[in-house]
């Protein structure tokens, strides 16, 4: 199996950063989700929110990455089985995931940077703070990211019950060639 894209299947490059980002994402918002309700006296108070970010920067640069090597490459063709409305709705639906990853990315960008500090990421390198002291950055970006974070989540799960409903009903290849088997 070709690491490449293609018209049929998906490359091993693709499925790699597809399911490291999936398992990324949904461990991101449980930590999240874990993170906020933490308090001063907890041994993880300080170390989780600095794991959050640097993780966070790192999807940020895979995502990066990742819609490049879309635009590079060929992508496989909609499967025969699925009608005009599916493949419009499954384009619609990545569209969407993309456009809230990245809000949540930026959002989560202008909390951590609101004082001016860069983002370390795990004291590997930095990434500055270009628009700090926004009025109430802080709060606004927070509201935002929460939001946004539920919003994809719900996105992604109408989106694998989808993947999961074409596998089981359907029995077609639209899941097993995203996990390599076809
Ligand atoms: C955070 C979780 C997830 C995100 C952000 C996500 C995002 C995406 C995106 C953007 C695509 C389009 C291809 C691409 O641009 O790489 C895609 C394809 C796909 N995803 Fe996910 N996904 C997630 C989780 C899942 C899960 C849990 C499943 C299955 C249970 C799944 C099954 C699939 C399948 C089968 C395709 C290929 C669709 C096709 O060939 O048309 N994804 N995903």
């Not at 879309?70 to 709705?89: D, G, M, S, V, Y």
């Not at 499954?90 to 990853?101: E, N, P, R, S």
Request: charged share 15%; net charge positive; glycine share 6%.
């Amino acid at each position: 199996m070709s690491w490449r894209n293609s018209n049929t299947t998906w490359g091993s490059l693709s499925r790699v950063i597809h399911w490291l980002s999936a398992i990324t994402i949904i461990s991101l918002f449980a930590l999240g989700l874990w993170m906020v309700d933490l308090t001063y006296y907890d041994s993880w108070y300080r170390r989780t929110p600095h794991i959050h970010k640097s993780i966070g920067l790192l999807l940020f640069f895979i995502t990066l990455f990742r819609l490049m090597w879309l635009w590079l490459t060929i992508k496989p063709a909609p499967l025969q089985e699925h009608t005009k409305i599916e493949q419009i709705l499954a384009k619609v639906t990545h569209g969407i995931l993309y456009l809230l990853l990245f809000s949540l990315m930026l959002s989560g960008y202008f909390i951590s940077t609101a004082d001016g500090r860069a983002i370390e990421v795990f004291n590997w390198f930095e990434v500055s703070a270009v628009f700090p002291g926004i009025e109430g950055q802080e709060d606004i970006a927070g509201k935002i990211h929460y939001t946004v974070a539920i919003s994809l989540i719900v996105v992604v799960s109408v989106h694998a019950l989808a993947a999961i409903k074409h596998h089981i009903i359907d029995k077609d290849n639209t899941l097993k060639r995203m996990l390599g088997l076809s």
